[in-house]
T-cell receptor, first 118, second 113 residues
């Protein structure tokens, strides 16, 4: 079964600085999808960025980018020019492309709580 | 706004009771997923429906059941509620469920007293 590990329960960053959140995963599959979701105090789960495993190029969405290391099974999220509104829980998630059993759904890490200091 | 609507937003009920959580997916989305978020277990996948049919099952208790109706809205039924069932229940939807993003509703906060 696939697992997702976020080893940093809490992180803190100064406004306008850069922070990197770590995520590792375990899978025997060669094709899959990885996601970062943000959960602010409003509880809404918001998709931040996605990465297809077959793509070598790291995904980027404005101030958010990932460092995808397939061999190392690592998928870190970098937030540049951090803003107060970035304060939230961040969840790393894995999705298998196949159906059946519990595959096809998202498997989440435990989350990293990010604080942004003004 | 993700386009996924969950009702109610908050629910307080007593142990042993039964409740129904409702989810309306984004327009055009055929897949609906239910997740449970609790402090000790984190975000856990419960069940998925695709176009009215159950497609995948996760860590869903036998006391819980779900269905997806012809208009694609879904309901999660929780019965014989226990204190440990208190959690945030999310519904998410996607177009096909394979290589597309899942968009989440705002969740239903269930408190069992």
């Amino acid at each position: 079964a696939q697992t997702v590990t976020q080893s940093q329960p809490e992180m803190s960053v100064q406004e306008a600085e850069t922070v990197t959140l770590s995520c590792t995963y375990d899978t025997s599959e060669s094709d899959y999808y990885l996601f970062w979701y943000k959960q602010p105090p409003s509880r809404q789960m918001i998709l931040v960025i996605r990465q297809e495993a077959y793509k070598q190029q790291n995904a980027t969405e404005n101030r958010f980018s990932v460092n995808f290391q397939k061999a190392a099974k690592s998928f870190s999220l970098k937030i540049s020019d951090s803003q107060l509104g970035d304060a939230a829980m961040y969840f790393c998630a894995y999705r298998s492309p196949r159906y059946g059993g519990s595959q096809g759904n998202l498997i989440f890490g435990k989350g990293t709580k990010l604080s942004v200091k003004p | 706004d993700s386009g996924v609507t969950q009702t109610p937003k908050h629910l307080i009920t007593a142990t042993g009771q039964r409740v129904t959580l409702r989810c309306s997916p984004r327009s055009g989305d055929l897949s609906v997923y239910w997740y449970q978020q609790s402090l000790d277990q984190g975000l856990q996948f419960l069940i998925q429906y695709y176009n009215g049919e159950e497609r995948a099952k996760g860590n869903i208790l036998e006391r819980f059941s779900a269905q997806q109706f012809p208009d694609l809205h879904s309901e999660l039924n929780l019965s014989s509620l226990e204190l440990g069932d208190s959690a945030l229940y999310f519904c998410a939807s996607s177009v096909a469920g394979i290589n597309t993003e899942a968009f989440f509703g705002q969740g239903t906060r269930l408190t069992v007293v």
